[in-house]
Nanobody
């Protein structure tokens, strides 16, 4: 199992980024997949998940500006982020869950990518 994120960078407040997570060693639409983020000095928090039938769950604080999606032909997970704010600055990770409910709780996920840094300036 390997997950490789990309697409992070530095943007000004109000800007957008699209993160990608290429998976290998398994087929993403057979598992619950999720996006998470961790800011310096803070705990890792969930952003959104998508399960094997395409049902999506967003963390309450992430609704409205973030959109999770997947391209099964490319075995890739995406996170579209709009209207970014400085408080969105964090390392963003994709992850694969093993069993249980598909909700964006970090402890439920076993396989993680290395992360991609997003920095939003005011």
């Amino acid at each position: 199992v390997q997950l490789v994120e990309s697409g992070g960078g530095s943007v000004q407040a109000g800007g957008s980024l699209r993160l990608s997570c290429v998976a290998s060693g398994f087929t993403i639409n057979r598992y619950c997949m999720g996006w998470f983020r961790q800011a310096p000095g803070k705990e890792r928090e969930g952003v959104a998940t998508i399960n094997s039938v395409g049902s999506i769950t967003y963390a309450d604080s992430m609704k409205g500006r973030f959109t999770i999606s997947q391209d099964t032909a490319k075995n890739t997970l995406f996170l579209q982020m709009n209207s970014l704010q400085p408080e969105d600055t964090a390392m963003y990770y994709c992850a694969r869950k093993v069993g249980g409910s598909c909700v964006p709780v970090p402890n439920y996920f076993r396989y993680w990518g290395q992360g991609t840094q997003v920095t939003v300036s005011s």
